[in-house]
């Protein structure tokens, strides 16, 4: 699933230009047994699957992020990547929590599935990221949402960072969305692009374009 989204467009020439290292650690890999059984059934009783603790904590070792935060065995958290898990239940992913994880030197991101992860495996886990009030099957889209918002924020990767700084929801905008954009052919379907962007005046264009961000705003979002 995460090869081809990984490999392509601007994920692609981050991995393949940038510091950007993406890598993707499949959790049965660390299962042990003929069957290598991640998961199993909860205890209690009642619907699904839940994945097991100790391949998934191998996994975790496997990375770098074997040392837990809670419990007996927690230390400090020096050279620790920050360790997220992807799951309804956690913060909203919004460009302010984007931008924060890109300044990290390392992350890891927790896929789950079925009903989802062992509760004893948060010890490891610093925070909870949510795609939204949706409950998707897996964790793989999630993650792969993160990968793209973070990536698209690591310096250099974006050739004309400028740009970053008109779209919607940037740094210094207070929630305000992009304005809208036109290209070729200037008519079409009888409908003509705003005739101030065909001028070259640029103080003009950067008025209507801060004008328009501004009711594209009040029409589709809260400030
Ligand atoms: N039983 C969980 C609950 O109700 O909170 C939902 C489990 S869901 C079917 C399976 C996995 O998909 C979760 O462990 C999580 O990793 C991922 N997932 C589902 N919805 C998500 C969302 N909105 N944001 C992030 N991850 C999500």
Known sequence: MFEGVFNESLLGKARERSRVDLRVVDIR???QGKHRQADDRPFGGGPGMVLKPEPLWEAL??????????????????????????????????????????????????????????????????????????????????????????????????????????????AGWEGRLDCPHFTRPAKWFGREVPSVLLGGDHRKIQAWREGASLSATKRKGPI
């Open 29 to 31: 890999d660390f299962a």
């Open 61 to 170: 070792k496997s990375v770098g992020a074997g040392v837990p935060l809670r419990g007996p065995k927690a230390r400090k958290k020096a050279n620790r990547p920050t360790v997220i898990y992807l799951s309804p239940q956690g913060r909203p992913l919004t460009q302010g929590l984007a931008d924060d994880l890109a300044k990290k030197n390392r992350l890891v991101l927790v896929a789950g599935h079925y009903e989802g992860i062992d509760e004893r495996l948060f010890d490891w886990i610093d925070m909870e990221v949510s795609v939204g009030d949706v409950v998707l099957t897996g964790g793989e889209i999630p993650a792969m949402a993160v990968v793209d918002a973070v990536v698209r924020k690591v310096p250099g990767v974006v050739k004309e960072a400028g740009s970053l700084e008109w779209d919607s929801y940037a």
